[in-house]
């Protein structure tokens, strides 16, 4: 049986590989979710007469939902891509290639129009978490039980301290990157561990930026608004867990992290290096909220849109480059940001994008969004309040600040015009201000920054998107 397992699994791979060979090759804006839980991010009992066995894990421990149950779920609301990403204990590799890998599978087979990738909620050594995403092929299932087993700080048995250390991340990455074919890596919750705004707990700029140094092509971003976002007080939970986010030391802002939220913080520091470096929004689902849980399902409330063709190949290459925005309560369906030499359209640059200016007069810098054409799954038809152009120049390259971010212009419905189901602003910047990036960031909202998550606030009524950024090369 486990041998016949085996087969049906490579056959479903290989027909995953059939149908993306099909697939129209037209780029658009794909929704989707790299923050993913199922039955298999356990829990561990030990047994304690037995203190050299490892532990067992228990299937179901920290979420309930199937993979398939997660793929349909993913597709109810309005997904085209997905991450299966659990984590675990000692040996958890192993329940992933055993157990998950033949789910997701199955999953594949039985919900044909997702892309659903094979990954990992990734035990980074020294630190937290992030999310692993492996390219869909014959090697994904061995790649991640290899990267799993080697380097995932709580893998070992018996547990290994040497094995959970920030270098030892960076081995990590080093080792992705050499691989056939090289993973993705997110980082998730970035300041989750912080105490105060300012902080940045485990993952420092710093970090990050070494991160990405290591491996470019692996270390691609963060979540910029992580998931749990359904999280509310109730009877018997501490500070954390009835937080939104379950950020129970400082909130999230606007639903988005602290690095992202505050303007000329962690996220901008690093752009200010000249890292490219993306952020992403996730549902991080372990359980529902009608379940008594802290979460949506994925696509429910916040989703990360990546522009891309609908194969496994190119949404990675879309998350690699930068072409993706963030986006709660479906605030919006898609974003055309665009930055051109004046005098010179039709070379314009988009998300992702550097675009050369040296010696031109000035930039003119396009703004198209697409309200989402019908009610979001809180019933609402959310509405754009504003949005704003955000410019930020260089920072050092140890800071974890950047004291030159600033809002360039604030748009209102005053200013954009219609044009079918676009809604469309531009702005022009001289040279005299020319930045070294660009990005956006919109809401439903009145806020002119947003604010600190009171517990207990309702989420729909605080919504937000955030482009990633436009580079300008001006050597």
Same mark, same amino acid.
């Given at each position: ?35 993913? *839980? ?26 309930? @939902? ?145 991160? @990405? ?27 954390? *867990? ?45 359980? *529902? ?96 309040? @504003? ?39 531009? *702005? ?48």
């Amino acid at each position: 049986m486990y041998r016949t397992l085996i087969i049906g699994a490579l056959a479903l791979s290989s027909s995953a590989a059939t149908a993306e060979a099909q697939a129209p090759q037209a780029r658009r804006w794909l929704a989707g979710d790299h923050h993913v *839980h199922s039955i298999y991010s356990a829990q561990y009992r030990a047994d304690p007469a037995n203190p050299d066995v490892p532990p067992t894990p228990i299937i179901g421990g920290d979420s309930s @939902h199937m993979i398939l149950e997660n793929a349909r779920m993913a597709r109810r609301f309005g997904l085209d891509w997905m991450v299966s990403t659990d984590h675990g204990g000692p040996r958890h590799s192993i329940l992933n290639h055993e157990r998950a890998w033949p789910d997701v599978a199955a999953a594949r087979k039985s919900v044909p129009d997702l892309v659903l990738f094979y990954g990992a909620e990734f035990d980074v050594p020294g630190g937290e978490h992030a999310s692993l995403i492996l390219p869909i092929d014959g090697r994904e299932r061995d790649a991640l039980r290899d990267i799993e087993s080697r380097f995932g700080k709580r893998e070992a048995f018996p547990p290994d301290p040497a094995r959970n250390s920030k270098a030892r991340m960076i081995e990590a990455l080093r080792y992705m990157a050499d691989l056939p074919d090289a993973p993705v890596v997110i980082g998730n919750h970035p300041s989750r561990t912080v105490t105060a705004r300012g902080q940045w707990g485990l993952h420092a700029p710093a970090e990050y930026r070494a991160w @990405h140094d290591a491996a470019p092509h692996v270390a691609i971003g963060m979540e910029g608004a992580p998931g749990h976002q359904a999280a509310s007080p109730r009877p018997g939970l501490d500070a954390a *867990h009835g937080a939104r986010g379950l950020y129970g030391g400082y909130p999230t802002m606007g639903g988005f992290d602290q690095m992202v939220a505050t303007l000329g913080g962690g996220w901008d520091a690093l752009l200010g290096q000249g890292v490219h470096w993306t952020i992403t929004a996730t549902s991080d689902s372990h359980g *529902h909220w009608q379940e008594g849980g802290a979460d949506f399902w994925p696509g429910e409330y916040a989703k990360t849109w990546v522009f891309a063709r609908p194969t496994s190949a190119d949404i990675l290459d879309g998350l690699r480059n930068g072409r993706v925005f963030a986006a709660t309560g479906d605030l919006i369906d898609a974003l055309d940001f665009t930055a051109a030499r004046v005098g010179a359209p039709g070379r314009a640059a988009a998300m992702g994008d550097t675009l050369a200016v040296r010696g031109a007069p000035g930039i003119v810098v396009t703004i198209r969004f697409r309200p989402a054409s019908k009610p979001n799954a809180h019933g609402d038809a959310p509405r754009m309040d @504003h949005i704003d152009l955000i410019a930020g120049g260089l920072s050092a390259p140890s800071a974890d600040r950047n004291a030159t971010v600033r809002v360039v212009r604030r748009f209102t419905e005053k200013e954009w015009k219609r044009e079918g189901a676009y809604l469309v602003v531009q *702005h022009r910047i001289g040279a005299q201000d020319m930045p070294r990036y660009l990005r956006l960031r919109g809401t439903s909202t009145t806020e002119g920054e947003p604010l600190p998550d009171a517990v207990g606030e309702d989420p729909w009524n605080d919504l937000w998107f955030y482009s990633n950024p436009i580079y300008i090369g001006q050597e």
